[in-house]
């Protein structure tokens, strides 16, 4: 039985002959074109970007390493190359709603064009309006106006000043405005002159002076009057001159512009409010004479502020545009934040203290440069960036991509600051990211069901056919052209290979984590530059293979120190009944090494049945603990038929002080306990792994490679007998890729691997003895294992019986 199961020195690794890849080394292999061994990914990609439907973005799922992110971007720009570049945005004033700026589309490129456009017309309007105001022959016209209004109004002072010298009063200017002063003797009398007149006289003077004073206030109402009627006529001179001179500067923008009639309504609106605005308010000549003296203060200080742009309503503002584009635009955001996606309103402080956020402070986000292309975002990003995802979905079910602050419905004050009207959106949004997030975001949000309805998973593994290995060449080849280093050769190449089936932990699947292939070629190259190689050799490769695990395996070293100093109790040669080796896997991250563990079962009389001690003490996981539990259904469909199992064992994992999960060690388990309940001592020299079946059949584990290295080690150290070796589940024989060293050692006899199907074969092997079949009379044979096993339980079984009937009544 035990030569039946050896696994022979050819199943540890699959190697590769150089010769028949058919290259001498790389340099001789183009570079590689599309993805390797994803079939299934880029299938969905393609049919992912082909669908146009809404709610159709794409979800790119699995491990980092595999190339997704790349291969993404790369399919997605060679498919956006092939779509029509979409319209430019750009934003203008509303002067009607001056907090919500327009938002007005042109075909691709002439978003800066008009742009441009515009401020060489505001340009040359503001220079014809200047010339036309400072010109003589409008000044004369103004002169003339003025004239004839200062005529009326001395017209109005001369009739005053009659109805005033009828009534007996002259007209004095004071600060209080104009008063009536009686006259006497032809001359205007003082207080003294006043106060000498008789009372008679007096009284008729203050009589007559109440319809003067009726006449100046008349007066002075008809003079204002006059006033803003010459300055309204000024103004609606100088708007109307204004008029004449800029309406051949934007008479070309709406000759250039007539196709998009809301272009031509907005160019009509500035022209209109260009006119007024060109005329000098005294108020606001006043304010901007404040802000300049602030400025020029500030600059003293050495402070900068903002300067108030007189001009910036008429602006435009090229808020998205594709001057130099190609094909639908590809955006690849790497810091998702709520203002790096959908834009911001910048708010500046102008000379004067104030707050400026105008057209020309909207600042674009992703999502708007990806507007008629495609957004590629990784989903961790997005998620952990605060509001980005909930704004996310909310643009991808409106179909709107608006410019908004963040966490406004949030904020017990809100922030005044401006709402640009929201641009039509149409985009795909591609996220990247692991299956876990998809399924957690697939469980838990609706939205998102919703909106990404397509799924491109990225596998870690590929088949090792020859067109993925010729796939794998390509890409070394890609790696070293790119990246401007040696070339391999066909025997690195191979080695690369052979690494990669480690790498998948299966000899008929290549790794898919091109990022691990990618450091062994930079590694590899680096030692043969220190060799002076023109190209990487195999030599070289296996030295950046060995020398990348040395670097992390300080633990494994240290670990292994305290085993050859007996500070870690590990036997590896006698025999022990209810002790074996198991064997367990330590996961650094970087790094992962098996290592023996001590696993020993003790059997008494009692009625507890199966306690692990790593169970009762909850340092152990839940598969663990599954595991555990399949044991007692494993002795009881083999050995309870005919009596109930009335024992009590445990099974502890010694020195072990850290917590522990999987049911790789459940068949190690049940042999020390079979061990301990027959008498039948283990052979120490054999470690063991694999998980049971309640019916006794042996499952496979991961970590095979590393636990039979582990053993290895630890025997090397200790000192190799030619008699160890590790048992492994036979289904995990596709999992080989066994160090170098462990298959030399194989091959020379100093070390052995074992496959076994069923406990049976593998206790077989541990003792030497026997398993023995059930026969039909429900006894096993005489001398087995198991006969002996059954005969231990039947033995405790009584015991605890008699037990239970001599005990007295009081004892309950």
């Not at 799922?61 to 570049?85: E, I, M, Q």
């Not at 998948?504 to 530059?529: C, G, P, T």
Request: charged share 25%.
């Amino acid at each position: 039985m035990k030569e039946q199961l050896h696994v022979d020195p050819d199943q540890l690794r699959r190697t590769w002959d150089p010769r028949l890849l058919g290259f001498a080394s790389t340099e001789e292999i183009p570079e590689l074109e599309g993805l390797v061994g994803q079939e299934r990914a880029v299938e969905a990609m393609r049919f992912g970007l082909a669908i146009a439907s809404p709610g159709y973005n794409i979800y790119v799922a699995g491990p980092s390493g595999t190339g997704k992110t790349n291969y993404t971007c790369s399919l997605v720009r060679s498919h956006a190359a092939t779509r029509d570049v979409p319209d430019d945005w750009v934003y203008v004033h509303n002067f009607d709603q001056p907090d919500e700026p327009i938002a007005l589309a042109l075909p691709a490129g002439r978003g800066p064009a008009f742009a441009r456009e515009m401020e060489q017309a505001l340009g040359q309007a503001r220079n014809a309006a200047g010339h036309v105001l400072a010109s003589k022959e409008h000044h004369a016209q103004k002169e003339e106006l003025v004239h004839d209004v200062r005529a009326e109004m001395a017209k109005l002072v001369s009739e005053l000043d009659g109805v005033a010298r009828q009534a007996g009063f002259a007209l004095r200017q004071t600060e209080a405005g104009v008063m009536p002063v009686p006259m006497v003797n032809g001359q205007p009398a003082t207080e003294e002159q006043f106060g000498e007149l008789p009372p008679e006289t007096r009284q008729q003077f203050t009589e007559r002076s109440q319809a003067v004073q009726a006449a100046v206030v008349e007066a002075g109402r008809q003079s204002a009057e006059l006033e803003r009627s010459l300055q309204a006529e000024l103004r609606e001179m100088d708007a109307e001159a204004v008029r004449l001179a800029t309406a051949p500067a934007l008479s070309h923008l709406h000759e250039h512009y007539r196709d998009f009639p809301r272009i031509t309504e907005w160019l009509t609106r500035v022209q209109e409010e260009l006119a007024g605005h060109a005329v000098p308010d005294p108020a606001a000549a006043k304010v901007m004479e404040e802000a300049a003296a602030a400025a020029a203060q500030l600059q003293v200080l050495g402070l900068r502020r903002r300067r108030i742009d007189p001009n910036a309503r008429f602006r435009v503002n090229a808020f998205v545009h594709h001057k130099r584009s190609a094909g639908a635009p590809v955006v690849v955001e790497v810091n998702p934040t709520y203002v790096n996606l959908f834009g911001k309103a910048e708010i500046m402080v102008t000379a004067d203290g104030t707050a400026e956020d105008g057209v020309m402070q909207l600042k674009a986000g992703a999502i708007h440069r990806a507007n008629g292309g495609y957004l590629i975002l990784q989903a961790a990003d997005v998620l952990k960036s605060p509001f980005a995802w909930e704004a996310l979905k909310r643009a991808l079910v409106t179909g709107e991509a608006r410019i908004e602050v963040p966490g406004q419905e949030n904020r017990i004050l809100p922030v005044e600051t401006v709402r640009p009207q929201p641009i039509p959106l149409d985009v795909k949004v591609i996220l990247i990211g692991d299956s876990g997030i998809y399924h957690l975001l697939h469980a838990q949000d609706e939205s998102f069901r919703k909106q990404f309805k397509l799924k491109a998973e990225f596998d870690i593994v590929m088949d090792a056919s020859p067109a993925n290995v010729r796939g794998y060449a390509a890409f070394i080849s890609s790696v070293c052209r790119r990246h401007k280093v040696a070339h391999l050769t066909a025997a690195a190449v191979a080695r690369v290979i052979e690494h990669s089936h480690r790498l998948a932990d299966d000899r008929d699947k290549l790794s898919a984590r091109f990022n691990e292939i990618a450091e062994v070629v930079y590694e590899a190259n680096a030692w043969a530059a220190q060799d002076g190689a023109s190209l990487v050799d195999v030599a070289h490769v296996a030295k950046a293979i060995r020398e990348k695990a040395a670097r992390s395996a300080l633990p494994q070293v240290r670990l292994q120190e305290m085993i050859r100093r007996g500070t870690v109790l590990v036997d590896v040669d006698g025999e022990v009944a209810g002790q074996v080796n198991g064997l367990t896997v330590m996961d650094l991250g970087d790094y992962r090494f098996g290592s023996p563990s001590r696993i020993t079962a003790r059997v008494y009389t009692g009625e507890k049945g199966i306690l692990q001690i790593e169970r009762e003490t909850a340092m152990s996981g839940h598969i663990h603990d599954k595991g555990v539990l399949t044991l007692s259904a494993y002795l009881g469909d083999r050995f309870a038929q005919d009596k109930p199992l009335a024992f009590s064992a445990s099974i502890a994992f010694e020195q072990t002080y850290m917590p522990v999960d999987g049911d790789s060690a459940s068949s190690t388990e049940l042999y020390a306990l079979l061990s301990a309940l027959s008498g039948v001592p283990i052979r120490l020299c054999i470690a063991v792994t694999g998980s049971v079946f309640q019916r006794g059949q042996i499952q496979p584990i991961g970590g095979v490679n590393e636990k039979v290295e582990g053993f290895f080690r630890v025997c090397e150290l200790i000192g190799l007998t030619g008699e160890q070796g590790v048992m492994i589940p036979a289904r995990n024989l596709a999992n080989l890729a066994l160090s170098e060293a462990v298959v030399a050692a194989v091959r020379a006899g100093q070390f052995h691997l074992w496959a076994v199907n069923t406990i049976a074969e593998g206790i077989e092997i541990l003792t030497g003895m026997p398993a023995g079949e059930l026969g039909r009379d429900g006894s096993f044979p005489q001398g087995s294992l198991f006969e002996r096993v059954d005969h231990r339980i039947h033995e405790l079984a009584e015991t605890m019986l008699t037990w239970n009937r001599g005990r007295s009544p009081l004892t309950t």
